[in-house]
């Protein structure tokens, strides 16, 4: 062969060569194709699921994204519906769904991106079932106070409204305010929690788990945050009495745990003795506000005088005097007519005489200190003998006994405590009748 007929063969082929090259970058790319993972691990405690898809082809350019697509509404969903993006650019990928309602259906689609656009698997359905309840927005309120007491609060939810019934409560105790050490409080399975000498210096927080009574009944437990860290317990409260700002001390019982003021409504300072006369405290009506009728002036040991005196009874919850009101000595017993059995319930209860927190004590919370004499009353919580004013007479008598109201209530007679002589009892007595008041923190 010449030279001259080789040259021209050396041509042609670079010629074809350089077609068939040009022909190949003028094919342009196409959008990706890939197929649709089936749905699974559908949760409707947590509101999500599992799909992906497998890319069979990447169309000619470089796939930059890929996810997953769904919807309620849209039969063919696109990435302008909801979608969940993948790591993963080549092969399968997994993606969790998120916000997934319950009793609905779904459709999906997995999706891939490159240059020429979106291109889509086959569509697939799945069906959600019953939601289980959710407890939302789970808070702490209180004082973080050792022997104060912490509340838990949520808001309820059902996709479903389905009723609630027999929410359940778990609290917790934490190191710091990251969780570390994190324990489950044995036993603290209510709304409110008592908050503990061990809890000092601590975190705490409470789980709720929310649970109906029809369709998906229990849900999964929702957590607050961390409150903390837990003070020195108060050894004092301040309050108003009497229109002055007053300072009284607390006590922590030796036989229940309990915190009780330290002394008696009116007692101007903490008593050194069950007999000390200065500081018995007043005397109040059942029911009434600390309005002036309670006042006692106490002189020398045996010597006590009161406010003035009326035959006249109330109508109303707040008479609107200071005047002590002598009930008659048959049915109503009372400084009311008609009578309430309402007053004195609880921190909220209308005319509580205590700092706000605390209240009149039950008749079960005076029975619990497991008191047998003033002595030991005193010892324990500083029980005084208050005397006691006759409902009828107004007279102030037994100055050598300590009569104590508590909030429980009869149709006539209201229950009382009375220590005297040397032991303690039971009694009741006329709503008329003057007692001394100690309260207790709720």
């Not at 194709?33 to 082809?57: D, F, H, R, Y």
Request: proline fraction near 4%; glycine fraction near 12%.
């Amino acid at each position: 062969m010449t030279t001259l007929k080789k040259y021209a063969l050396l041509l042609f082929g670079a010629g074809m060569m350089f077609t068939t090259s040009c022909k190949k970058k003028d094919v342009p790319p196409t959008v990706p194709t890939l197929s649709t993972t089936a749905v699974t691990e559908v949760n409707t405690n947590t509101n999500t699921a599992k799909s992906g898809g497998t890319i069979n082809g990447d169309g000619g350019a470089e796939i930059t994204i890929t996810g997953v697509c769904y919807s309620k509404t849209a039969q063919t969903p696109t990435i302008s519906n909801d979608k969940i993006e993948s790591e993963v650019t080549a092969g399968s990928f997994i993606v969790e769904l998120t916000n997934i309602d319950p009793g609905s259906t779904y459709y999906v689609r997995a999706y891939a991106t490159n240059s020429a656009g979106t291109g889509y698997g086959d569509v697939v359905t799945f069906t959600t079932g019953n939601g289980a309840p959710k407890a939302n927005d789970v808070a702490i309120t209180g004082i973080t106070k050792v022997l104060e007491k912490l509340t838990a609060g949520y808001t309820y939810f059902d996709f479903e409204n389905d009723p609630e019934s027999g929410s359940t409560y778990q609290w917790y105790r934490a190191n710091d305010a990251q969780g570390s050490g994190e324990v489950a409080i044995s036993g603290s399975t209510t709304s409110t929690y008592d908050l503990l000498a061990a809890d000092e210096f601590k975190y705490l927080r409470v789980g709720v788990v929310a649970r109906s009574s029809a369709g998906t009944m229990v849900g999964v437990e929702t957590k607050s945050a961390f409150v903390g860290p837990i003070a020195a317990p108060a050894t004092t409260v301040n309050f108003t009495y009497d229109g002055k700002s007053v300072t009284y001390g607390i006590l922590v019982s030796s036989g229940t745990g309990r915190r009780w003021l330290d002394r008696n409504l009116g007692a101007p300072n903490t008593p050194t003795a069950y007999n000390d006369f200065a500081n018995y405290g007043d005397l109040f009506q059942w029911g009434r506000l600390a309005d002036g009728h309670q006042k006692v002036i106490r002189g020398g040991t045996e010597i006590a005088t009161g406010t003035a005196t009326t035959s006249t009874l109330a109508t109303s919850d707040i008479p609107g005097h200071a005047t002590f009101i002598l009930g008659s000595a048959s049915s109503p017993y009372d400084w009311r007519n008609p009578s309430n059995s309402n007053l004195w319930q609880g921190v909220n209860g209308v005319n509580n005489p205590c700092p706000t927190g605390w209240r009149l004590p039950t008749s079960a919370e005076w029975d619990a200190e497991n008191i047998s004499s003033v002595e030991t009353g005193y010892a324990q919580l500083k029980i005084t003998f208050g005397g006691q004013r006759s409902g009828e007479s107004g007279v102030i008598n037994s100055l050598f006994s300590g009569d104590y109201w508590t909030s429980n209530y009869g149709a006539i007679y209201n229950e009382i405590r009375v220590f005297e002589n040397g032991f303690s009892y039971l009694s009741g007595s006329p709503r008329s009748a003057g007692k001394s008041v100690r309260c207790i923190k709720d």
